[in-house]
């Protein structure tokens, strides 16, 4: 070898390390940057877009099965929607004082009064409107409490109406 060739090899070696060096700089770099800009919550608006950009074009059409499948849950959704309104709705007096109102008024359960027209005179006397806003809001008397709606929430106005109507017309 002569000493051109040892020459131009120191250097060629010195230039590959130093090449190594600065990868290996650039490695660390890249490194601290991706650790200090990397953040670990996406903010919401982001993953909302994200995943309205992913969602399925499409659902997978299930056939006759896939709409009986639908149909049972809208039949589902119809029956639970109807158990918010009580009794079905019924605006039948007897019907809701049967479910409801007789376990306190058959008894006199909490001192509610009797079905018997003693006890409702004086009531009667107030007047109906009184009588059934009383039972709507409920209100505690020298007897006892009479709780909102018989205690069911999802008894309307006018199912309250009926009821009051009803059991003042079939006091004994
Ligand atoms: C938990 C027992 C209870 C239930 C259930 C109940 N009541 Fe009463 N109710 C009472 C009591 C107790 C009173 C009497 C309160 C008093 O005067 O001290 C009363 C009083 C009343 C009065 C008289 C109001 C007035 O102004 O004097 C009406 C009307 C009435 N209830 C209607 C109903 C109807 C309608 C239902 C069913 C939807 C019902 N109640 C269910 C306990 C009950």
Redesign the pocket.
């Given at each position: 070898m002569n000493t051109h060739d040892s020459v131009f090899l120191k250097k060629f070696a010195a230039l590959i390390a130093g090449f190594i060096v600065l990868s290996l700089l650039m490695l660390l770099l890249a490194q601290s940057i991706y650790r200090a800009t990397r953040s670990t919550d996406v903010p919401p608006e982001l993953a909302a877009a994200t995943e309205a950009r992913i969602a399925p074009v499409g659902g997978v059409y299930a056939g006759q099965s896939g709409q009986m499948a639908r149909a049972a849950a809208a039949a589902a959704a119809q029956a639970s929607a109807q158990a918010q309104v009580a009794y079905d709705g019924t605006l039948d007096g007897a019907v809701?004082?049967d479910n409801?109102?007789k376990?306190?008024?058959d008894s006199g359960?909490?001192?509610?009064?009797l079905m018997v027209r003693s006890a409702w005179n004086e009531?009667i006397a107030?007047g109906m409107d009184?009588?059934?806003q009383?039972?709507i809001e409920g209100?505690?008397?020298?007897?006892?409490?009479?709780?909102p709606?018989?205690?069911?929430p999802s008894?309307s106005d006018e199912q309250?109406q009926a009821?009051?109507e009803w059991?003042v017309d079939n006091l004994d």
């Open positions: 809701i004082y409801l109102c376990t306190c008024h359960a909490g001192g509610a009064p009531r107030q009184v009588m059934v009383n039972s209100f505690t008397g020298a007897h006892g409490i009479m709780p709606r018989g205690g069911n008894l309250m009821a009051v059991m």
